[in-house]
């Protein structure tokens, strides 16, 4: 087998636990985003257009449906002979098996499945932000400063800089000091959680700081501090563009609508940089005579007769006659029965909205959110709906 | 499926009067409904049939064809074994291509002999249903029957060409012409024949050993007497797709909620070669009503009684009724455009005013500025 020059491991294990309902039975980044996405379809797409063809997903929590949509990496060009996709979940060894206890400790027990393909760079991203980036530039950036850890970094509002993890850089990219989510920010150059390592430094610290017992064996919080206490090379990558995490309710529904302007910040139009996702196999959507449809996102397969005003339609929804959604987001398959009115809602992947059913009102700035295969009757009696 | 059985979509010689829409492409290939291709039909049925081996007879312009299907992957014919055969003409002669089908089925006779399979179905690709083949297999052993013809029994005018059947009580076809006989029937083939494959090539053997070489016109109506050749009344949506007039029309069907229901999910899905195109963006200023919109459409204007296929852009004041645009089609500001069809890349420049009727609308030929 070939030697790899750069190969990419992918974190998605994450819970989402503050996504609520929507992650009960799904990790996070197999959530839905942009009526027909999924979150982890954004870095998965990354890798196919930065030509990595080798990417071990990492998952942990809830990895059923996760594991079922990856299927062997096809939509992703990565169903390759050589290198493709793996999914690697935590696996029982000759000592024993233990979950991955923290970001870096995942890594550490997968190095036999790095060391296979004898890589120069390892490239480390979660499956939990929406952004389109090149991971070639950055590997050119990475090379150019000749780095032993390049950490790709995003200008943030200084107002919400607090929330983030920040590096201090000098005039050379050089990073200088890390501020993790302080009271008074000093930077506003927050870390997208996105890293390209010269693997044989990053196999040293791995080894290390599994060997450290105080270590809670995270990158951020750990091995990254670390290498920098041992004065390594470390570099920021400083990246412009779109770049989400949707780990809340509010920031999930705020990057769906953000699809809307008439310039969104995140185009997924771009013919050259497609968002691959697996195909639901609809037919074009039906617009009924008496639908009335603007500034919204209407996916495959769904059948409209209702008013749909700024919201996000994934496939197969189906809207009966006079009903109205505004400002909300459908998942998949989701049926809204006749006269029924969904304004600021996210609602599940299969819920049923019975007639007449009033979700959300305009004067209420919450966000309500119904959960999978919910049944919303008008006494707002839910129970799950029962799959024929 | 329970008995073994292979697929052929027999792409020589069909009725072609679709005028521009084929000046590129053969017959098989011609956009249909949205996002698809004819094809897709017969291939999706036969896999949602559990038909997991079926070659397609290409004949000619059959790189989109080739194109299209690819490895097969999206209608999960791309398998260890069996899977998708493409059998283009195995020719050395130019003047042999325009020979019948059953030629060309002898020409493939290693194919068939090859497969481990009892039956085969044999269709063609501008007959546009979504048909389970299971039943069909049943009634032809329940009815011991040598070869099954599935047919449709309509009486409104199929706009179309298709043959026409005489069956008697028990549904035993006694006669078949040619869409131009005079044969007076409500009932019309669609083209698809199941037959066990001994059967076939014994056919194709006797017939060319007889000089005759089309396995519809020669081998089975010159033996209607001989062979017990059953008709099966298909009951689902149907549209013969192989005139422009039909072509119009079957597409404008699909803007019927039930048709669409009915033909793209039941009994199962359509697939087709797919595209990553993200979900079809309303603008603020859209107006659509009655119309058939896939994705990656970008829609400023105003949209009734239209198809938009994969990637249509509708630019502010621009308003297309009972129209078919393909893919990729920009109708730029304040451009009128009705009773037209638009093949793929077409770009109309501002302030068009561009009509034709529905009993002729307007056809574009692909990547035309207008």
Redesign the interface.
């Known amino acids: 087998m070939g030697r790899k020059e750069m190969i990419a491991m992918l974190l998605a294990g994450g819970e989402g636990k503050r996504l609520g309902v929507l992650t009960k039975d799904l990790a996070k980044p197999a959530v839905y985003f942009?009526?027909?996405y999924r979150i982890i379809d954004f870095t998965l797409s990354n890798c196919a257009h930065s030509g990595i063809d080798t990417v071990g997903v990492l998952t942990q929590y809830q990895p059923l449906e996760l594991n079922r949509y990856l299927g062997i990496g096809?939509?992703w060009g990565l169903d390759r002979r050589d290198g493709g996709m793996a999914i690697l979940p935590p696996y029982v060894k000759q000592k024993g098996g233990v979950w991955y206890t923290g970001t870096a400790n995942a890594i550490y027990q997968n190095m036999s499945f790095i060391e296979r393909y004898n890589p120069e760079y390892v490239l480390i991203i979660s499956g939990d932000h929406i952004y389109k980036m090149d991971y070639e530039l950055m590997l050119d950036h990475h090379k150019r400063c000749g780095a032993d850890v390049t950490i790709a970094g995003i200008e943030v509002d200084w107002s919400e800089a607090s929330r983030f993890g920040l590096m201090h850089v000098d005039d050379e990219d050089r990073i200088t000091a890390f501020e993790e989510k302080p009271k008074t920010p000093k930077s506003n150059i927050a870390s997208m959680g996105v890293y390209i390592f010269t693997w044989s430094e990053l196999q040293k610290y791995l080894i290390y700081d599994e060997a450290n017992r105080s270590s809670s064996h995270d990158f951020g919080k750990d091995l990254i501090p670390s290498m920098m206490r041992d004065g390594k090379k470390m570099f920021t990558y400083p990246f412009k563009g779109y770049w989400k995490d949707v780990g809340t309710i509010d920031s999930l529904w705020e990057a769906n609508m953000d699809l809307l302007a008439?310039e969104p910040p995140l185009t997924?139009?771009d013919s050259s940089w497609?968002?691959?996702?697996v195909?639901p196999?609809?037919?074009?959507?039906?617009?009924?005579?008496?639908?009335?449809?603007?500034?919204?996102?209407?996916?495959?397969g769904c059948?409209l007769e209702g008013k749909?005003h700024r919201s996000?339609?994934f496939y197969g929804v189906n809207a009966a006659k006079g009903s109205t959604i505004t400002e909300s987001v459908i998942m998949p398959n989701v049926r809204i029965g006749e006269g029924a009115s969904i304004h600021r809602a996210i609602i599940g992947e299969g819920a049923v909205i019975q007639a007449g059913v009033t979700i959300g009102s305009p004067d209420d700035e919450a966000i309500t959110i119904v959960a999978v295969d919910q049944y919303v009757t008008n006494d707002h009696m839910l129970q799950e709906v029962e799959h024929s | 499926m329970k008995h073994k059985v292979m697929g052929v979509i027999n792409l020589i010689h069909e009725t072609d009067e679709l005028d521009r829409l084929t000046q590129g492409r053969c017959l098989a290939t011609v956009p249909f409904g949205g996002r698809y291709r004819l094809i897709d039909f017969a291939l999706s049925s036969m896999v949602n049939s559990g038909i997991s081996k079926v070659a397609v007879f290409a004949h000619t312009k059959y790189r989109s064809l080739m194109d299209h299907l690819g490895s097969g992957k999206p209608w999960d014919l791309n398998h260890r074994q069996s899977g998708l055969f493409v059998l283009p003409p195995a020719t050395d002669d130019i003047q042999e291509i325009s020979r019948g089908d059953l030629y060309h089925f002898y020409q493939h006779r290693d194919y068939f002999n090859r497969a481990p399979l009892e039956f085969v179905v044999i269709t063609r690709s501008h007959m546009v249903c979504n048909i389970d083949f299971e039943p069909v297999i049943q009634a032809h052993l329940e009815h011991a029957a040598d070869i099954t013809v599935i047919c449709k029994q309509q009486a409104e005018p199929i706009l179309g060409k298709a043959r026409k059947v005489k069956m008697d009580e028990e549904g035993r076809i006694t006669a078949i012409q040619d869409h131009f006989g005079r044969l007076v029937s409500d009932i019309h083939s669609m083209e698809m024949y199941i037959m066990r494959k001994e059967l076939l090539m014994e056919l194709v053997e006797t017939s060319l050993a007889q000089g005759q070489d089309h396995l519809v016109r020669h081998a089975i109506f010159s033996r209607l007497d001989k062979l017990h050749v059953q008709g099966y009344l298909y009951e689902g949506y149907l549209g013969v797709v192989n005139t422009l007039a039909s072509y119009y029309h079957n597409n404008m069907n699909l803007l019927k909620p039930e048709v669409w229901k009915e033909l793209f999910f039941r009994p199962g899905s359509i697939y087709t070669k797919v595209k990553d195109e993200p979900p079809a963006r309303y603008l603020e200023s859209s107006k659509v009503s009655n119309s058939l919109v896939a994705n990656g459409c970008r829609i400023e204007g105003t949209v009734t009684g239209s198809i938009l296929f994969r990637g249509v852009h509708v630019r502010k004041g621009a308003v297309i009724s009972n129209s078919i645009v393909m893919q990729n089609g920009i109708i730029g500001e304040n451009s009128f455009i009705s009773h037209s069809i638009l093949d793929k890349d077409v770009e109309v420049a501002s302030s068009r005013d561009i009509r034709g009727v529905e009993s002729s609308p307007f056809l574009a030929g692909k990547r035309k500025i207008i």
Do not use: C, F, W
Request: hydrophobic share 35%; proline share 5%; glycine share 10%.
């Open positions: 942009g009526g027909k096809s939509p008439d997924l139009n497609r968002i691959y996702s195909s196999h609809q037919p074009g959507h039906h617009v009924g005579v008496s639908a009335e449809i603007s500034a919204s996102l209407i996916t495959e059948m749909v996000v339609l």
